[in-house]
């Protein structure tokens, strides 16, 4: 298929008023709804066992899933995306399926949609600002979609659209994608779920408000303009909107391409990732809390990393921060006991996991504390103990007693620490983790509490 063929079948309109999107939705639900009972029929006739879980993720239900929230995008695209990071080794595959293209690939705007929006922003003779304006984006996301243009001044922008009805649709986006989670059994009915929703929401707002994602990206060029290896795109404030978010186009491949390069180079990379998100997290008391692998770009003549998407960015809350401090110090010294008493303070754990699954507890431990502890590079391609903590952490799953979500907080830090992670997967690195954190936690001090 030729890439003119390709664009055209990627370019769908994105449903900007709340009933059209509901009504989106309701398809999605009503098409599912059909699939499962025509699976149940089917496994009836044929005396098979019924599951929620089972039915829903038929063939059928999961193309009607990934095509339905791709044409939807914002939030309800983006609940995906920060499930796929977040689960990758304990979704079913069918599910990992549906959020992986959510999370890879994305339609965008027809020109038409796309120029309706740049003239409510910048007015009707918008193209007199620019030699040349790409009507194809170079990236397409949950929230909006990158245009690359070149300015009168022959200043190179990379331009991000906001899709239109995005901001305004997000709480119901959240609330409908919740719903079908549910349905699917893939959220526990068990749990209270409505402070983690009601973060999402926050964020994803945040997400939308370019202004302050501008902001955001000017104070990471800042705090970063004297750490080599880094290159922050530079903010253009003239031409930046409530929709419309313009910096300086900075050019790099995908950081999948450092799988092509040497060990030592592959490796000294990455180990710039891990100090950073380090520092992020005990240092500048803000982290960029989405580690979307599309997010960094890699200069190979360089070896720079271009960071993009600071939409995510949120402080760090000093309790949080702190207490992984505490952690990391009682792992770095082998107490264990200070480990599980650290975990359970910070909110990691609630007392009666431990109480009731000690020997489970401890074995996690164990294996953390091992790994963490080892003065050797880590080789994050060697995934060998993740089945063993699975395996512990199902068992107490099966508990209800034990069910709760951690603090809020500590949650959109984890999923940047275990995002990173992945990322270390994807690209078999090995990095002596003990040394970056020992260097890092002894050149900080603690974040300073929160004022009352």
């Known amino acids: 298929m030729t890439d003119e063929r390709k664009d055209k079948s990627r370019q769908r309109a994105v449903p900007s008023g709340r009933i059209a999107r509901f009504g989106t939705f309701g398809r999605l639900v009503g098409g599912v709804a059909g699939g499962m009972m025509a699976e149940g029929a089917r496994r009836i006739a044929s005396g098979d066992s019924l599951s929620a879980r089972d039915l829903i993720l038929t063939p059928g239900n999961v193309q009607r899933m990934t095509d339905r929230l791709s044409h939807l995008r914002g939030a309800a695209m983006k609940m995906g995306q920060m499930i796929s990071l977040d689960s990758g080794d304990f979704l079913p595959p069918e599910l990992a399926k549906i959020l992986a293209t959510l999370r890879d690939q994305a339609n965008f705007m027809p020109a038409r949609q796309l120029d309706g929006v740049l003239k409510s922003e910048w007015g009707p003779d918008w193209r007199k600002q620019f030699r040349w304006f790409n009507p194809r984006p170079i990236a397409a996301a949950s929230i909006g979609q990158v245009h690359k243009a070149l300015t009168r001044d022959g200043e190179e922008l990379a331009i991000k659209v906001q899709y239109p009805g995005i901001a305004d649709s997000i709480d119901s986006d959240v609330d409908n994608v919740m719903t079908l989670l549910k349905v699917s059994g893939f959220a526990p009915p068990e749990l209270e779920i409505d402070a983690l929703l009601a973060e999402a929401k926050k964020q994803l707002h945040e997400e939308a408000d370019y202004h302050r994602e501008g902001a955001q990206m000017e104070m990471y060029r ?72 599309a997010n960094f770009r890699y200069r190979k003549g360089s070896g720079d990393i271009v960071l993009l998407d600071f939409g995510a960015c949120r402080n760090v809350d000093p309790d949080v921060g702190n207490a992984y401090r505490r952690l990391l110090d009682a792992g770095l010294k082998g107490d264990k006991d200070g480990v599980r008493e650290e975990t359970i303070a910070a909110g990691f754990m609630l007392p009666i996991v431990a109480e009731k699954h000690r020997e489970r507890v401890d074995k996690m431990i164990d294996i953390v504390v091992n790994e963490m502890r080892e003065d050797a590079p880590f080789d994050f391609g060697d995934r060998s103990f993740v089945p063993l903590l699975r395996e512990e952490g199902w068992a107490i799953a099966q508990d209800k007693d034990t069910w709760a979500f951690p603090p809020v907080e500590t949650l959109f830090v984890q999923r940047k620490v275990s995002g990173t992670a992945l990322l270390g997967a994807r690209l078999k690195a090995k990095v002596n983790i003990r040394r970056i954190t020992e260097e890092v936690l002894e050149n900080t001090d603690p974040l300073p509490a929160k004022a009352a």
């Open 222 to 293: 800042e705090r970063l303009s004297e750490t080599p290896g880094f290159i922050v795109p530079k903010l253009h404030k003239e031409l930046t909107r409530d929709r419309i978010l313009a910096m300086s186009f900075e050019e790099g491949s995908e950081i999948e391409e450092l799988e092509n390069e040497t060990d030592e180079r592959r490796d000294e990379v990455f180990a710039r990732l891990i100090r950073l998100v380090a520092r992020e997290l005990f240092e500048f008391g803000v982290m960029q809390t989405d580690p979307n692998f």
